[in-house]
């Protein structure tokens, strides 16, 4: 079982579209389900309409799902349950620490992970509970993962066998109350059923932090897929100056979505270029052992134009 999971924090790119195109590939190929999961907990970015956008890209493209589209914000009850469940059994503790507290405090000034400096695990048995945190503090605290072991080690569906580095004590629940994404994506995977999460590679690095805390929850984690990102001509992280990819720029240029659909199997490596085709129709046959193994460049490729 697969699932496609946007966050919908404005419109679906190309990269976005690629990378859905490839999980549903994977998961129907083989006969699989596939979920649609709205990420849209992800702060301010998000929009009310956003989840609704994202579901009218999707179907515009030729994608398809199974059962109910799960929405993240309808579920912060789960998340809260899961982060409690870590602090009574002593693998979470709460952090009352700021930002620039973490940064000041961190031994090598540059000593940073992928979410910022490594915590220098200052708050560690510090205080049993959120509520004696926040009395002894006067701070709302948030909750962080206590990591024990330097690497979790994980062999990726496409990237291949992996360190797994982890990089300090993580949050699993902000100040606000609301989870982190590494935690609401294990919660969630797992009580969906997940057996396959294909992903961009972005996020190669929080999988091993995702590992444990499906350990730690007793939960069993997905088969991790992760395929490259589409890139900008240039070889940079596609962005505006790119050009507009959104798929609404393509649909409202009255580019039918066949032929968008081509050009990201194009970019898969399934179909030559300047192709047309269905979602449907690079079923047969599909192998994601046919995919480029590095960074894909992607532009408007003159379907805009
Ligand atoms: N929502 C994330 C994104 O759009 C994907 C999370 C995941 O696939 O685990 O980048």
């Known amino acids: 079982m697969g699932r496609l999971a946007p966050s919908p924090t404005g419109a679906l790119h190309l990269g976005n579209a690629r990378t859905f195109l490839l999980a549903w590939l994977s998961a129907r190929s083989r006969g699989g389900t596939v979920l649609l999961r709205s990420e849209d907990i992800d702060g301010p970015r998000v929009k009310p309409e956003s989840t609704a956008q994202a579901i009218e890209d999707l179907r515009w493209l030729g994608l398809d799902w199974d059962g109910e589209v799960v929405v993240q914000s309808a579920r912060l009850d789960r998340y809260r349950a899961a982060a409690e469940r870590l602090v009574a059994e002593g693998r979470a503790y709460p952090c009352v620490c700021t930002r620039s507290e973490i940064e000041e405090a961190a031994s090598a000034p540059h000593e940073a992970g992928d979410d910022g400096p490594v915590y220098p695990g200052t708050c560690r048995g510090r205080f049993t509970d959120l509520a004696t945190a926040r009395a002894a503090t006067g701070r709302e605290p948030a909750l962080r993962f206590r990591v024990d072991v330097a690497a979790v080690p994980f062999d990726d569906g496409f990237a291949g066998a992996q360190q797994g580095r982890v990089r300090g004590d993580f949050v699993v629940q902000k100040r606000d109350g609301g989870p982190a994404y590494q ?112 960074p894909v460049r992607g532009d408007d490729h003159g379907l805009l134009g």
Do not use: I, M
């Not at 032929?259 to 192709?275: D, E, F, Q, T």
């Open 183 to 294: 935690l609401a994506v294990a919660v969630d995977d797992a009580a969906q059923g997940v057996t396959e999460a294909l992903r961009a590679d972005d996020l190669l690095p929080s999988t091993p932090r995702q590992l444990l805390l499906y350990d730690a929850l007793g939960l069993p984690p997905p088969r991790f897929v992760h395929v490259p990102l589409v890139v900008g001509v240039d070889g940079l992280r596609l962005a505006k100056r790119h050009g507009d990819t959104s798929l609404r720029a393509f649909r409202h240029a009255g580019v039918a979505s066949e032929r968008l659909v081509g050009h990201l199997a194009h970019l898969c490596g399934l179909r030559p270029r300047g192709a047309s085709c269905t979602p449907r129709e690079l079923l047969a046959g599909f192998d994601l052992g046919l995919l480029p193994r590095g």
